[in-house]
C-alpha cells in the first residue's frame, strides 16, 4: 500500500513541476520510511526498490499528457454516483489520480510487480465508475512495474456498470434477511484474506482464536 501511495506522490511531485525527478524520489522514499518503521521479513525494503523504477516509468509515460490538473486545494478530483434500488439508495465516491483536460482524459496509476494483460474484474468496475462519473472524459489505467509499463482501459463500462448494480442489489436483499448478529453468524471469512491480516482484534472477534 505505502509503495503505491508515495510512488504515485512521487510521479504528482515530477509532472505537475512542484519537484524535480531526484528530490521527488528523496521524498517519496523518506515518507515511505516514515509509515513502515519494522521490516523484519525484508518486504519493504524491496518494496521500497521499486518506488524509483516504477515512478520513473509512470513520468515517462504520462509525459505526452502534460501537467494535470488538480482540484483548487492541489488534492485529486472526487467523483460520486448514486445507485437506486428497490427501496435503498446508495452512494459511493472514488478519486481520480491524473486528469488532462486538454486531453479528455484520466488516468489511474496502479503499481504493481506483475504487468495485467487483462485489468482484472474490480479495476475494470472501477474503470467504469469513472468513467459514468467523469461525463465524457475518456478513462484509463496506467500500471507501471519495475520494469515496464502499459496504459489499458478493458470492459465496456455500460455492461460493468449493470453488473455493478445487481451486484449491489444482491447484497441489500442479502442484508434483509436478518440483523448484523445473525448474518455475522452465516458468512464465511478467509482470516488469510489481505483485508484481516495484522488484525489480531479482528481475528479474536471473528474466530474466537
Given at each position: 500500500?505505502?509503495?503505491?501511495?508515495?510512488?504515485?506522490?512521487?510521479?504528482?511531485d515530477t509532472i505537475t513541476g512542484t519537484l524535480d525527478i531526484d528530490a521527488a524520489l528523496d521524498?517519496?522514499?523518506?515518507?515511505?520510511?516514515?509509515?513502515?518503521?519494522?521490516?523484519?521479513?525484508?518486504?519493504?525494503?524491496?518494496?521500497?526498490?521499486?518506488?524509483?523504477?516504477?515512478?520513473?516509468?509512470?513520468?515517462?509515460?504520462?509525459?505526452?499528457?502534460?501537467?494535470?490538473?488538480?482540484?483548487?486545494?492541489?488534492?485529486?478530483?472526487?467523483?460520486?454516483?448514486?445507485?437506486?434500488?428497490?427501496?435503498?439508495?446508495?452512494?459511493?465516491?472514488?478519486?481520480?489520480?491524473?486528469?488532462?483536460?486538454?486531453?479528455?482524459?484520466?488516468?489511474?496509476?496502479?503499481?504493481?510487480?506483475?504487468?495485467?494483460s487483462v485489468m482484472s474484474k474490480s479495476h475494470q468496475r472501477q474503470r467504469a465508475f469513472y468513467?459514468?462519473?467523469?461525463?465524457?472524459?475518456?478513462?484509463?489505467?496506467?500500471?507501471?512495474?519495475?520494469?515496464?509499463?502499459?496504459?489499458?482501459?478493458?470492459?465496456?463500462?455500460?455492461?460493468?456498470?449493470?453488473e455493478i448494480k445487481t451486484h449491489l442489489a444482491r447484497q441489500e436483499a442479502f442484508l434483509r434477511?436478518?440483523?448484523?448478529?445473525?448474518?455475522?453468524?452465516?458468512?464465511?471469512?478467509?482470516?488469510?484474506?489481505?483485508?484481516?491480516?495484522?488484525?489480531?482484534?479482528?481475528?479474536?472477534?471473528?474466530?474466537?482464536?
Amino acid at each position: 500500500m505505502w509503495r503505491g501511495i508515495f510512488t504515485e506522490q512521487a510521479v504528482s511531485d515530477t509532472i505537475t513541476g512542484t519537484l524535480d525527478i531526484d528530490a521527488a524520489l528523496d521524498k517519496a522514499v523518506r515518507d515511505f520510511d516514515s509509515k513502515v518503521m519494522f521490516d523484519d521479513d525484508g518486504k519493504a525494503a524491496k518494496e521500497r526498490e521499486n518506488i524509483g523504477p516504477m515512478t520513473r516509468l509512470a513520468v515517462e509515460a504520462l509525459e505526452p499528457y502534460g501537467k494535470p490538473v488538480f482540484q483548487e486545494d492541489g488534492g485529486q478530483h472526487k467523483v460520486s454516483l448514486t445507485a437506486a434500488g428497490d427501496g435503498w439508495n446508495l452512494d459511493f465516491i472514488g478519486f481520480i489520480d491524473f486528469k488532462f483536460p486538454d486531453h479528455g482524459l484520466i488516468i489511474d496509476l496502479k503499481t504493481t510487480l506483475r504487468m495485467p494483460s487483462v485489468m482484472s474484474k474490480s479495476h475494470q468496475r472501477q474503470r467504469a465508475f469513472y468513467a459514468k462519473a467523469s461525463g465524457n472524459s475518456a478513462v484509463k489505467f496506467l500500471y507501471v512495474t519495475p520494469k515496464k509499463s502499459a496504459i489499458l482501459e478493458d470492459g465496456d463500462p455500460g455492461q460493468l456498470m449493470a453488473e455493478i448494480k445487481t451486484h449491489l442489489a444482491r447484497q441489500e436483499a442479502f442484508l434483509r434477511l436478518g440483523d448484523k448478529e445473525l448474518l455475522r453468524t452465516v458468512v464465511p471469512v478467509d482470516p488469510d484474506s489481505f483485508y484481516w491480516r495484522g488484525s489480531e482484534a479482528a481475528r479474536l472477534e471473528l474466530f474466537g482464536i
